[in-house]
T-cell receptor
Framework: DAGVIQSPRHEVTEMGQEVTLRCKPI?????LFWYRQTMMRGLELLIY????????DSGMPEDRFSAKMPNASFSTLKIQPSEPRDSAVYFC??????????????FGPGTRLTVL | TQLLEQSPQFLSIQEGENLTVYCNSS?????LQWYRQEPGEGPVLLVT?????EVKKLKRLTFQFGDARKDSSLHITAAQPGDTGLYLC??????????FGQGTTLQVKP
């Protein structure tokens, strides 16, 4: 299995531009998570989906952030408009939920976003 | 509010030394996971502890879950340069989502 795939790996954009991050979870996994990692705040959960349905988006910073999961094999995280404080590494993770407590989450390699 | 406090935040030691990383909370977790993250990569699961008082060993790494399931520790014996990385603890409250600690950056010098 190729693991969780994220694109792009690096994104540099200017303040005010729209940014779209993409994620392909591991085939067969039914839960998908979007995280943001910064030095100051560590790894924060933004939103997660079960069976393509958003379950908890309480970590989404504000209305500028939105996430979709149109099918089991694809998800996007969009920031519009982007701001310099959005600069961070964004991770997507997936897992199969249901077999045991705290099933393992598999993380993608991340997208390093820089907003100038 | 950080629900999981990790200490120390940074640790630089010589090869062959022992170390312990702590993960503490005032909340009870149904389970706790430890991840290791290398630069430019996502975190990778090392272990999951579920039962209060549980001890798990992974080669030179020993993980313990507190009796009250509020805290955990990671002990590394005879650290190697390959152990260098960011160690993250994460608690699960059976809500489906993990709460991560701030992480401990470990550097093991040859």
């Amino acid at each position: 299995d190729a693991g969780v795939i994220q694109s792009p790996r690096h994104e540099v954009t200017e303040m005010g531009q729209e940014v779209t991050l993409r994620c392909k979870p591991i085939s067969g996994h039914n839960s998908l998570f979007w995280y943001r990692q910064t030095m100051m705040r560590g790894l924060e959960l933004l939103i997660y989906f079960n069976n393509n349905v958003p379950i908890d988006d309480s970590g989404m910073p504000e209305d500028r952030f939105s996430a979709k999961m149109p099918n089991a094999s694809f998800s996007t995280l969009k920031i519009q408009p982007s701001e310099p404080r959005d600069s961070a590494v964004y991770f997507c993770a997936s897992r199969y939920s249901g077999r045991a407590i705290a099933d393992e989450q598999f993380f993608g390699p991340g997208t390093r976003l820089t907003v100038l | 509010t950080q629900l999981l406090e990790q200490s120390p935040q940074f640790l630089s030691i010589q090869e062959g030394e022992n170390l312990t990383v702590y993960c503490n909370s005032s909340s009870v977790f149904s389970s706790l996971q430890w991840y290791r993250q290398e630069p430019g990569e996502g975190p990778v699961l090392l272990v999951t502890v579920v039962t209060g008082g549980e001890v798990k060993k992974l080669k030179r790494l020993t993980f313990q879950f507190g009796d009250a399931r509020k805290d955990s520790s990671l002990h590394i014996t005879a650290a190697q340069p390959g152990d260098t990385g960011l160690y993250l603890c994460a608690g699960d409250k059976v809500t489906g989502k993990l709460i991560f600690g701030q992480g401990t950056t470990l550097q093991v010098k040859p």
